[in-house]
């Protein structure tokens, strides 16, 4: 807090700089600087719509962030279920680059099947980028027993994803979903099993299959997400309240296959993780600093498409983590520093 606090004091006029225009060329050179982030407000895309991209996934490839989710615009066909895609070089200004996924119930899951939470991991020897989504039944009473997850690949980051198939990971009942790539470039899978607690698994090689379980965590956790800082790993998550917002909290450990401390509050628990959920965890390294970056969701189950997204840089080092008080704040790519407005 004191960092930012400091952060924020001496870099104030540089904030204030104007946001950089969407016109300039997309060179190296060029990345835009400092572009504000405003939790809780519309984030209008390059076309001015408001980004579709719920429980979603970041994947960084080059100076180039690809940001995957729910895509819950108005209008769509009811029996499908859709992902889009975005791109950005500052985590402010997002380009719509395709609707990645628009996929009718493909394994006969019935009306009001689920797709959610895809996240999207880039395979360095295979090329393949690889989704992983929650797959489930209708979520209405007796519903939600599926509990599988889905894989789909393309060639591209931004391509039309091909739905491949759907399992229950290791076995085990699974839900909400998160991914984890490690600094090594290990990935995992983070999901919910209903009746035992958080699990976190290592991806097969080639990312089409879950393989090795490194954690369960006896503790009912979902919008699950992982960070490494500092030689220890944070894991965050939300309580099992459906749409409705609830405390989210976090637990450390040495190593992914633990031991993990005990679950504390990320945030004042009054606020409810000021109205949003976990979705992801991004590590930004700078220059000067590294940042975590907290993405979490504020549903609006009655009018989706209006969901709302919550990034802020969480306070994190020594075993403690917390969100700060959302407000509009600026990140400097190159340097890895964020200050708060
Ligand atoms: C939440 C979950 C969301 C969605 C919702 C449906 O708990 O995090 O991804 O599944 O429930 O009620």
Redesign the pocket.
Known sequence: MRHLKLLAFTLTAVSLVAQPSRSRPETGAAVPEKAVLKPGEIWPDDRGLHVQA??GGIVRLGDTFYWFG?DRSQGLDRAKRYVSCYSSKDLAHWNFRNRVIQLADPENFGPGW?L??PKVFHNAKTKKFVMYM?I?GR?AEGG?KIARVGVATSDTVDGDYQYLRSFRPLGHES??IGQFIDDDGSAYLIF?DRPFGFRIARLSDDYLSVEKEMSLIPAHM??GAIVHYQGLYYAIG?A????APNPNKYATAPSLEGPWSEFRDIAPPETKTYGS?S?MLVKIVGTKKTTVIFMG?I?K?GTQWDSRYLWMPLEIGDGKLWLPEPKPWTLDLTTGEAVVN
Do not use: A
Request: hydrophobic content about 15%; charged content about 35%; aromatic content about 12%.
């Open positions: 719920h429980g729910e689920v959610e939470r929650h489930d979520t939600y839900r909400d919910e979902e919008g939300s099992l309240t459906g749409w959920q979705t969701d549903w189950p």
